[in-house]
């Protein structure tokens, strides 16, 4: 497939590639997208997808930890990766003209890691102090702790990193089972925005990621149970006020979605003219910051309000944002109002557009979940589809759900 923006293209063993020709770029962006993240591990092995994450740059058959790590970054370039509940990424960023060097590093982590004992010691003291850095930060954790409760019941509610048990006991047998069962040619694409001639970035590819089976494990993802709501605090003698409301919504498929994000960003989005933080924080001076955040997964997802205040100002925070919600709720809506919402985030979106990075991670990722790349302009025409109604009918949606409210403090 290819539009004059982009291209796909499909290897011999029918891994996906999408492709980004940037002419005028400087930098090479390059990584693996894989479709397997926290929620697909064994109950046994909680903080495997992470762990493999950290652990898979410490050594191949042809490579040391220090080898690897000094491979990009000699050419000042980076080498990293993040894991989510359901993806993980490994990719590279390096100066224009190294794509070969790249793509071959790449490969040599997927195929040829063997996690050597002693490195897998130092790494598991790594993850266990990053556990114990996440938990002292509770504006970080209230996040984790708040998916737990509404995911309950399924692979989605434990945390992302695991336990200081859990990591002490995963094995170097643990972490190649997982990256032979998941990092495989069906389960991952591939993204590239590079000035280098397409097809002789297609043919990298080949020589080396075309050398991947198809098949790996099969997904065995449990939709979670329905959750009812509730209202809990956890009192860590802090200094502040913590609160996530959480509104349990449907999967990233949903065509509503791009009503929720217009929404989202309406209400909580990251400027200052935002709803809540003109209610919240610019006229009644009760918070430091609030956002809205929405996270949806393959079958399920959250819209996420969060707020940190003084412990004896939260309820009164919370009444507030009901508030708001149900005021949009019920009222009617201008069409010179809503379009100013529309435009406010086309706008942001445009801007964005112009991190290269987050641009060529994007379409590796919209390429394996959606068999398509949602690029920026398409991502704009959709949004700006979005009838006031179908904004109007998000926000009852909303303001009906159950909801689900934990603060930490």
């Known amino acids: 497939m290819e539009t004059p923006n982009y291209r796909i293209a499909t290897l ?79 990719y590279t960023n390096a100066p224009a003209g190294n794509a070969a060097r790249a793509i071959e590093l790449l490969y040599d982590i997927v195929a040829n890691s063997r996690f050597p004992e002693g490195e897998l010691e130092k790494e598991r003291e790594v993850v266990i102090e990053e556990i114990n850095s996440y938990l002292d930060s509770p504006a970080d954790s209230v996040y984790d702790e708040i998916e737990e409760l509404v995911y309950a019941g399924s692979g989605l509610a434990h945390n992302i990193l695991g336990s200081k048990d859990s990591v ?75 609160t996530i409301l959480a509104y349990r919504l449907f999967g990233r498929k949903d065509p509503r979605r791009f009503a929720l994000f217009l929404l989202n960003n309406y209400l909580g989005g990251p400027c200052m003219n935002s709803r809540l933080n003109q209610e919240l924080r610019e006229k009644r001076g009760l918070v430091y910051t609030v956002d809205s955040s929405v996270g949806l997964l393959s079958d399920t997802g959250l819209m996420q309000i969060y707020f940190g205040c003084d412990p004896g100002g939260s309820e009164r925070c ?83 759900a159950p909801l689900s409210r934990l603060t930490i403090k």
């Not at 909680?46 to 191949?60: D, N, P, S």
């Not at 991947?212 to 709501?229: D, N």
């Not at 919370?318 to 706008?347: M, P, T, W």
Request: proline residues 3%; charged residues 30%; neutral net charge.
């Open 318 to 400: 919370v009444k507030i944002i009901r508030k708001e919600i149900d005021r949009l709720a019920s009222a009617s809506l201008s069409d010179r109002a809503f379009e100013a919402i529309r435009n406010q985030y086309c706008g942001q979106l445009l801007v964005s557009s112009d991190n290269r990075e987050s641009m060529a991670m994007s379409m590796g990722k919209s390429l394996l979940y959606y068999d398509e790349i949602h690029d920026i302009p398409r991502t704009t025409e959709r949004i700006r589809s979005v009838t006031k109604e179908e904004f109007l009918d998000m926000a009852r949606m909303i303001a009906d």
């Open 168 to 242: 002490r006991s995963l094995t170097g047998h643990d972490c190649r089972e997982f990256l032979d069962s998941w990092y495989v040619a069906g389960n991952m694409t591939a993204y590239i925005a590079d000035p280098t001639d397409p097809d002789r970035l297609i043919a990298l590819m080949e020589k080396y990621f075309g050398r991947l089976h198809f098949e790996g494990r099969k997904h065995e993802r449990i939709l979670p149970p329905p959750c009812r709501g509730f209202d809990k605090v956890i009192d860590r003698q802090g200094h502040q006020a913590h």
């Open 12 to 90: 011999s063993n029918g891994m996906r590639v999408a492709l980004r020709h940037t002419p005028d770029s400087l930098v090479s962006y390059i990584g693996i997208a894989v479709n397997a993240g926290s929620r697909d591990e064994d109950p046994s092995r909680h903080g495997l997808a992470h762990f493999v994450e950290h652990t898979i740059f410490k050594g191949t058959a042809s490579r040391r930890s220090w080898h690897i790590s000094n491979r990009m970054e000699s050419i000042g370039g980076e080498l990293n990766a993040y894991t989510s509940k359901e993806e993980t990424v490994i």
